[in-house]
T-cell receptor
Framework: DVKVTQSSRYLVKRTGEKVFLECVQD?????MFWYRQDPGLGLRLIYF???????EKGDIPEGYSVSREKKERFSLILESASTNQTSMYLC???????????FGPGTRLTVT | GNSVTQMEGPVTLSEEAFLTINCTYT??????LFWYVQYPGEGLQLLLK?????DKGSNKGFEATYRKETTSFHLEKGSVQVSDSAVYFC????????????FGQGTRLTINP
């Protein structure tokens, strides 16, 4: 079974802090994604990566950056956390040959 | 552009009732379509999929048929159980760089015993 893990289930940070969310997949997938989930808005794509060191902006990249130094790991960085970034963050991965996305359990981030 | 519109929730049903959650889409070309389910406290799991017109995806008693003529992919189940209580997301897959998903807003389903 594909396993996607995220570093924390719950995280509380203060406004202005730098925040790192880590995601690891164990299926050698080329593609990795970061989404945020907000009630009534569904999932919105923040960034995605289709190869090591390759990244592209999704629909809502403002205030975020990403890093993919190794194929299995994709990090989401909030350079200076703000209260409007309080949300559930979901990581996903997929292979190019079978594009179904597999999701991690999510990190619920609260910025106070 | 690509978009997915889902039936507004929340939806509350009694056990053994018939379920329909509507999903319509707008897309260029012929995307693959998916239903994902999110149980409380968990990430999303793929429930079923269809890759071309008239395909029927099915899993765990749920079904959805890809209708090109009505651009729809409605989710149905004949007899729901309490354990089906979850949030359901309709999504379509499109190619832009990587193959990406666009999701509907989700429908929260609660089944009462």
């Amino acid at each position: 079974d594909v396993k996607v893990t995220q570093s924390s289930r719950y995280l509380v940070k203060r406004t202005g802090e730098k925040v790192f969310l880590e995601c690891v997949q164990d299926m050698d997938h080329e593609n990795m994604f970061w989404y945020r989930q907000d009630p009534g808005l569904g999932l919105r794509l923040i960034y995605f990566s289709y190869d090591v060191k390759m990244k592209e902006k999704g629909d809502i990249p403002e205030g975020y950056s990403v890093s993919r130094e190794k194929k299995e790991r994709f990090s989401l960085i909030l350079e200076s956390a703000s209260t409007n970034q309080t949300s559930m963050y979901l990581c996903a991965s997929s292979s190019t040959s079978v594009p179904e996305q597999y999701f991690g359990p999510g990190t619920r981030l609260t910025v106070t | 552009g690509n978009s997915v519109t889902q039936m507004e929730g929340p939806v509350t049903l009694s056990e053994e009732a018939f379920l329909t959650i509507n999903c319509t889409y707008t897309a260029t070309g012929y995307p693959s379509l998916f239903w994902y389910v999110q149980y409380p406290g968990e990430g999303l799991q793929l429930l079923l999929k269809a890759t071309k017109a008239d395909d029927k995806g099915s899993n765990k008693g749920f079904e959805a048929t890809y209708r090109k003529e009505t651009t729809s992919f409605h989710l149905e189940k004949g007899s729901v159980q309490v354990s089906d209580s979850a949030v359901y997301f309709c999504a379509l897959l499109y190619l832009q760089g990587a193959q990406k998903l666009v999701f509907g807003q989700g429908t929260r389903l609660t089944i009462n015993p």
